[in-house]
């Protein structure tokens, strides 16, 4: 059975029940697990052990997005990975060219749009977050698979890198100076982008931000994503920002990047084309004592 190309970025649970098995279809789980913060900052745990015990969807292989779809010499947890390390993470587990990626995790869909972004910003289109994700399916009580899943053997991936898909620290700068044209948008919880919460030395949001959430873009009694007037009007803010002067360049970030994608997800879908990642996000910024963080719950 072969497997179509996604026509969305997102796809529901029953396209992805339509075609489990099919030819050059690879199903992720990139499920990250959220820990209490230390002094030193957030702190995660991979979800392998949840994925090989606790289940996963038939024929899903788990995608470390600590160790291989990350840069595990970057200075901040989940670093971009770099094209060369991308082709050899994405055929680790299956993945070629020719390839039709479904990928999932456990929570918001964050983790999940992460991947996306990756596959997306090194140049792969054929990828899509399933709508509702593990919550969603269990909820739907579909099949559960235990242990894990032997990755396809592939020739390799070839990453075509798309650099404007990313912007830097000094990017960020000349917006928050007025000199560069492109709207911030702060992905980060509420609480935290008024200061009012952290686990960051400095708290805050960089200065001239949006604030978009990333829970918010997801139903809270259903997992799904956000679509139609709902997630119109969650965008609002943001899209309007980027209208007034910013040529519709908008630039997310959150604590490392993850949330980010997410909204960078949701703006897509609604449209949106001109969007950029800042990776460092607050983990480099604000470790920078003379970059600017605005808290007005402070």
Known sequence: MSSPVPSSPIVSTQWLADHLGSDHLVILDATVLALAPSDSGPRYLSGRDDYLTKGHIPGAVFADLFDVFSDPAGAFDFSRPSADLFEVAAASVGIDNSTTVVVYDAVVGQWAARIWWLFRAFGYDDVAVLDGGLTKWHAETRPFATGGTRPRVVDGFTATPRPELWVDKSFVESIVAGTMDAALVCSAPPAEFAGTAGSRPRVGHIPGSIS???????????????????????????????????????????????????????????????????????????????????????
């Open 212 to 298: 978009l959430p990333a829970g918010t873009l997801v139903d809270p009694t259903t997992n799904v994503f956000l679509r139609g007037d709902r997630l119109k009007a969650t965008l609002a803010p943001a899209v309007a920002a980027s209208a007034n002067g910013a040529s519709g360049h908008l630039v997310t970030y959150c604590g490392g990047g993850i949330a980010a994608a997410a909204s960078a997800l949701a703006l897509i879908r609604a449209g949106n084309e001109h969007v950029s990642i800042y990776d460092g996000s607050l983990n480099e910024w604000a470790a920078d004592a003379s970059a600017p963080l605005h808290a007005p719950g402070v």
